[in-house]
T-cell receptor, first 113, second 114 residues
Framework: AQKITQTQPGMFVQEKEAVTLDCTYD???????LFWYKQPSSGEMIFLIY??????QNATEGRYSLNFQKARKSANLVISASQLGDSAMYFC??????????FGTGTRLQVFP | DVKVTQSSRYLVKRTGEKVFLECVQD?????MFWYRQDPGLGLRLIYF???????EKGDIPEGYSVSREKKERFSLILESASTNQTSMYLC?????????????FGPGTRLTVT
């Protein structure tokens, strides 16, 4: 069965520093997609970044990059130059058939001044 | 911009009541989803729909049903609400089948069943 594991329930980072949020996945499919979402305290899920299993380059979107290591089945999110507004829950997810997503349990990131 | 709206941000219902949670998207998306979110468990899929009048069970469908009579609207129904259905409910939509189609989420409904 497909599974997403996020082993860090909480992380702290100082403003302007970089932080890595871990995500490992398990699947027997050759073709799959990996997503990261941010959930601020307001509750809405915000799409951040996507990585396809056949993409050779790591995905980047502004200050977000995805460190994709296929052999290790990991898809870590790297946030560079953290800002106070980055404080939120972060979820890693993997796409199943029919666009269904399996989510990890999330990591709560707190950015301090 | 894609907009997914949910009928209520906060809802309080009594045990045994029938509860309707409404979700509307304005971008002609094919797929729509209902999740519940609980601390420490992440998001779990309740039901999804890939076309009008079509529905598929997700991972935790027990105690829930859904309705999709129009493409833009997907309703989640709690036939007889119970306290263990107290949770945050999130609706999402996506364009269609394809690896790169992210899901767009509504703001969520925090349901309390007393």
């Amino acid at each position: 069965a497909q599974k997403i594991t996020q082993t860090q329930p909480g992380m702290f980072v100082q403003e302007k520093e970089a932080v890595t949020l871990d995500c490992t996945y398990d699947t027997s499919d050759q073709s799959y997609g990996l997503f990261w979402y941010k959930q601020p305290s307001s509750g809405e899920m915000i799409f951040l970044i996507y990585q396809g299993s056949y993409d050779e380059q790591n995905a980047t979107e502004g200050r977000y990059s995805l460190n994709f290591q296929k052999a290790r089945k990991s898809a870590n999110l790297v946030i560079s130059a953290s800002q106070l507004g980055d404080s939120a829950m972060y979820f890693c997810a993997m796409r199943e058939a029919l666009d269904k997503l399996i989510f990890g349990t999330g990591t709560r990131l707190q950015v301090f001044p | 911009d894609v907009k997914v709206t949910q009928s209520s941000r906060y809802l309080v219902k009594r045990t045994g009541e029938k509860v309707f949670l409404e979700c509307v998207q304005d971008m002609d998306h094919e797929n729509m989803f209902w999740y519940r979110q609980d601390p420490g468990l992440g998001l779990r899929l309740i039901y999804f729909s890939y076309d009008v009048k079509m529905k598929e069970k997700g991972d935790i469908p027990e105690g829930y049903s859904v309705s999709r009579e129009k493409k833009e609207r997907f309703s989640l129904i709690l036939e007889s609400a119970s306290t263990n259905q107290t949770s945050m409910y999130l609706c999402a939509s996506s364009l269609g089948t394809g690896e790169t189609y992210e899901q767009y989420f509504g703001p969520g409904t925090r349901l309390t069943v007393t």
